[in-house]
């Protein structure tokens, strides 16, 4: 099965958007559910079978307001250069994907915690 973490951004409007991310495929949408149908259609899955769990991508123990902010920031100067076509640098790039692997680290977490509640 297919992980799939999908991450709310905001760009510099404050719009937010959301990402979803399955290994080194990513995808954007206005929506959730748009982000996932392309991230979908990237991966060229024809029979895709999930269990999807909306969080309210509130701050929490899992994942800091800090680490969110600091998220968003780095994903508005990643489309910036992508825009330019250009790279973030080295120790940004690494920042970000630390980043993005904490938040999907979060949200294992939080579904154990939500399985662990309905069992």
Do not use: C, H
């Not at 958007?17 to 399955?22: D, H």
């Not at 800090?66 to 790039?93: C, F, V």
């Not at 904490?102 to 977490?109: H, I, M, Y």
Request: hydrophobic content about 40%; overall charge neutral.
């Amino acid at each position: 099965m297919t992980t799939v973490a999908i991450l709310p951004v905001l760009n510099t409007n404050g719009e937010k958007s959301y990402r979803a991310i399955a290994g080194d495929r990513q995808s954007v949408g206005r929506t959730a559910g748009q982000a996932l149908d392309a991230l979908t259609a990237l991966l060229g899955e024809t029979d895709f079978s999930a269990l999807i769990v909306i969080q309210s991508f509130n701050p929490d123990e899992f994942f800091t307001v800090q680490q969110q902010k600091r998220l968003s920031e780095l994903m508005n100067l990643w489309r910036t250069a992508r825009d330019r076509g250009q790279s973030l640098s080295p120790k940004q790039q690494a920042e970000l994907e630390s980043l993005v692997e904490a938040e999907l680290k979060a949200a294992t977490v939080r579904t154990g915690v939500l399985v662990q509640q309905l069992n």
